[in-house]
C-alpha cells in the first residue's frame, strides 16, 4: 500500500513525505521555491517507467549509460486542468541496447508495470516516442 503525508510550511509551499522518508519540496509558480504538484505528477510517470525500463534492459543483461525521459503534458483550460495528453520521449544509450529492445522495454513498462500510467491512463492518453543514441 502506497503512503504518504504533505505538510503545509505556509504561503503556498508544502513538503511531501513518502513511506520512506523521502521528500519533496512543492510550491506555487509565484512562490518558486519547490515543483509544481501537477508537473510532480509528470516526474512521477516519467520515473516510473524508467524505473522498470531500467529493471527489464538489466534483466536482458543490457548495460545502459544513458536514460532521459523528457515528458509533456496538455492541460484543459479550465479548472481543474486535467491532463488530457501526455507524451514521453525516451532517450537511451548502452552497450548492446537495440532500439527493438529499448522499445519492448518501454511498452512492457506502459502498459503493463507502471502503476502511475495505469492510473493516469484513464483520464489522459499517454504516447511515447524513443531514441536510442
Known amino acids: 500500500m502506497g ?6 510550511t505556509g504561503s503556498r509551499t508544502f513538503i511531501g513525505k ?18 509544481k504538484a501537477s508537473e510532480l505528477m509528470l516526474v512521477a510517470l516519467a520515473t516510473c517507467s524508467s524505473f ?11 548495460k545502459l549509460t544513458k536514460l532521459e525521459v ?17 507524451h514521453l520521449r525516451y532517450v537511451l544509450a ?16 506502459e502498459s503493463k508495470y507502471c502503476s502511475v500510467a495505469a492510473t493516469v491512463r484513464g483520464v489522459a492518453q499517454i504516447t511515447w516516442d524513443c531514441v536510442v543514441e
Open 18 to 35: 513518502d513511506s520512506t522518508q523521502h521528500t519533496v519540496l512543492m510550491s506555487s509558480k509565484e512562490d518558486g521555491v519547490g515543483m
Open 94 to 109: 548502452g552497450e548492446g541496447l537495440s532500439e527493438d529492445a529499448a522499445r519492448k522495454a518501454i511498452e512492457l513498462s
Open 3 to 8: 503512503e504518504a503525508t504533505v505538510r503545509w
Open 52 to 62: 522498470d525500463v531500467v529493471s527489464i534492459l538489466e534483466k536482458r543483461k543490457v
Open 70 to 86: 523528457a515528458v509533456n503534458g496538455e492541460q484543459d483550460a479550465n479548472p481543474p486542468w486535467a491532463y488530457r495528453k501526455i
